[in-house]
């Protein structure tokens, strides 16, 4: 599939981090999405059900940032991309990178990327 879907700097706030004051309150992170997906249908029908709804996307990944404490942004990273395929029929494919902005004092951004497919 090569078309993609951009989402871009969605910034979210939630609770993750290894120690227990990163436990307490919530941090800035950074979240890009690339969503394969077929856009041809979409193109002919000039329909939104043909299509992958950005706003309602970056809706869900909120919310789902809000709900779970997680450790790891690894762990956070798989569950997003595992619930957008479980719940986008359209998309092959999710490619999700997050930042976490001054997790390491010496780095502007750490962070991780995977891709997962259908």
Do not use: F
């Amino acid at each position: 599939m090569s078309d993609v879907v951009l989402i871009e700097d969605l910034t979210v706030e939630c609770i993750v981090g290894l120690y227990e004051w990163e436990q307490q309150l919530p941090r800035k992170l950074v979240i890009g999405l690339e969503l394969g997906v077929d856009n041809q249908r979409a193109a002919a029908s000039d329909a939104m059900e043909d299509s992958v709804d950005y706003g309602a996307v970056c809706e869900r990944v909120t919310a789902i940032c809000k709900a779970t404490h997680y450790r790891l942004i690894e762990t956070l990273a798989e569950h997003i991309a595992r619930d957008l395929l479980g719940e986008y029929s359209l998309l092959g494919s999710v490619q999700l990178t997050i930042r976490k902005p001054g997790a390491v004092t010496v780095a502007r951004n750490v962070g991780i990327r995977i891709r997962r497919e259908r």
